[in-house]
C-alpha cells in the first residue's frame, strides 16, 4: 500500500498552503507557548460584564496581553488581562481591557466584529485534531461567532452559520460607551460558554481534570477619528491605518489562524505548577520540519529527499533527535511528504504531511 495514502488518505486533495518564506519567520515561531490553569469553582455567578462575585476573587489573572509578533515588538499601548474559571457545565472567561475611548458602531450578529475594536477568543478543545471555535465581541456586545474545520492557509473556510448556542455575555464600559467629550478607563467582557455549545467535532462534556485545550485570546486595535461626534476607523489617503493585534500566548506572525501556536489552558481542581502537556515537544518538532519543508518547497520547488537536507536543520531539528525517531515518506515527484514520529518515552506517535494534516496518538 502506498505509505501516503495510508497515512493520510486526503493527500490527493488539492488546496492552498501558506509557505514559510524565511529562516527568520521560522525562528518567530520559536516562542514557548503560555499555559493558563483553570480553576473549578462552585455556585452560580450572574454575567453583568463585573468581576464582583465572591468565585472570581480567588482566580489569578493572566499575563498582560502583547504583540502577536512577540515581546521584542513595541508593547500595546493599552494593558489587558483575563481570568478564567470554570463548572460542571460553563467555562467562563472575564477580561478588562484598558481603554481611554471605548466605542464601537456594529450591532448585528454575525457581522465582521474586528472592524471595530475587539476582544477574541479561540477555542481548541481537542488539541490533537484540526477544528476550533472563534467568537468576537465589541464593546456594545456583538457577537460573532464561528467554526473552523481547519486553518484558513489549508483550504479552511469559516462556518458563520455556526452558533455558539447558550452563549451568555455582557460588557461593563467603566466611562461612557460612544461619547468623545471625556476619557474612560476600561471596557470589561464577561461571557459564561456552555461545554454543550463546543459538540460540532466532539462530545462537548465537562472537560476531565487535568485535560488540556489550546486556547487564545486576541484584542484587535485602531486608531481612530471622531468626526460630527462619531468615533470611526482612522484614515490616511483614503485607506484604512492598519489594526494592533495584541494577543496573550504570541503567534510570532501577524495571523492568529496557527492553531498549533496557540497557549494551552487546563482545567483543574486547584491550582498548581503550570506545565506544558507532554505531547508538545514531539508536536513542536512535526512543525518545526512541516515549516522548514515549506522553505524547501518554495526555494527547490520539492519537498526534501532527506530531513537533514532541509535549511535549520542543526538548530531546529537535530537538537531533538535523542528523544524521537522519524519516518519520512517521499511521493515519487517530490510534491507531497508524511512524516512519522516516534516517542519511545510516552509511547506517543505524532504524525504531519505536506498540507499540514497531523493527528497524534498515545
Known amino acids: 500500500m502506498n505509505l501516503l495514502k495510508r497515512f493520510f488518505p486526503c493527500l490527493i486533495c488539492v488546496t492552498a498552503v501558506h509557505a514559510q518564506s524565511s529562516i527568520d519567520e521560522v525562528e518567530r515561531l520559536q516562542s514557548t507557548p503560555l499555559v493558563y490553569q483553570v480553576q473549578k ?21 493572566s499575563t498582560a496581553f502583547i504583540d502577536i509578533e512577540g515581546a521584542d515588538k513595541p508593547a500595546p499601548a493599552y494593558n489587558t488581562k483575563f481570568k478564567m474559571m470554570y463548572d460542571d457545565a460553563h467555562l467562563y472567561i472575564y477580561a478588562k481591557l484598558e481603554e481611554p475611548h471605548v466605542w464601537g458602531n456594529i450591532t448585528k450578529y454575525d457581522d465582521i466584529i474586528y472592524h471595530n475594536n475587539d476582544f477574541e477568543v479561540f477555542i481548541k478543545p481537542d488539541i490533537h485534531h484540526d477544528h476550533y471555535y472563534e467568537l468576537e465581541v465589541n464593546a456594545l456586545n456583538t457577537i460573532f461567532d464561528l467554526a473552523m474545520v481547519k486553518p484558513y492557509r489549508y483550504g479552511g473556510k469559516a462556518l458563520i452559520h455556526w452558533d455558539m448556542k447558550g452563549l451568555k455575555s455582557a460588557v461593563h464600559t467603566e466611562g461612557t460607551l460612544n461619547d468623545s467629550s471625556d476619557e474612560d478607563q476600561f471596557w470589561s467582557i464577561e461571557m459564561a460558554i456552555p461545554f454543550s455549545a463546543l459538540h460540532s467535532f466532539g462530545s462537548g462534556n465537562t472537560p476531565s481534570l487535568s485535560s488540556y485545550w489550546l486556547f487564545n485570546f486576541s484584542r484587535v486595535q485602531w486608531q481612530h477619528s471622531v468626526v460630527a461626534d462619531t468615533y470611526e476607523r482612522k484614515s ?48 513542536k518538532l512535526g512543525w518545526n520540519i512541516h515549516y522548514l519543508q515549506q522553505i524547501h518547497n518554495r526555494e527547490k520547488r520539492g519537498y526534501a529527499s532527506q530531513i537533514d537536507q532541509l535549511p535549520g536543520y542543526a538548530q531546529y531539528i537535530a537538537p531533538s533527535l535523542d528523544q524521537f525517531t522519524l519516518t519520512y515518506d517521499l511521493a515519487a515527484d517530490q510534491a507531497g511528504y508524511a512524516l512519522r514520529i516516534n516517542d519511545l518515552k510516552n509511547n506517543a506517535i505524532f504524525r504531519i504531511d505536506h498540507l499540514g494534516n497531523n493527528t497524534y496518538y498515545e
Open 41 to 61: 469553582i462552585d455556585g452560580a455567578i450572574a454575567i453583568d460584564g463585573r468581576d464582583s462575585e465572591v468565585q472570581w476573587s480567588g482566580i489569578p489573572w
Open 236 to 283: 490616511e489617503n483614503g485607506k484604512v491605518l492598519p489594526e494592533d493585534n495584541w494577543v496573550w500566548s504570541p503567534i510570532g506572525l501577524v495571523n492568529m489562524h496557527y492553531p498549533e501556536r496557540w497557549g494551552y489552558i487546563q482545567f483543574v481542581d486547584t491550582l498548581g505548577n503550570a506545565a506544558l502537556p507532554s505531547s508538545h515537544e514531539i508536536k
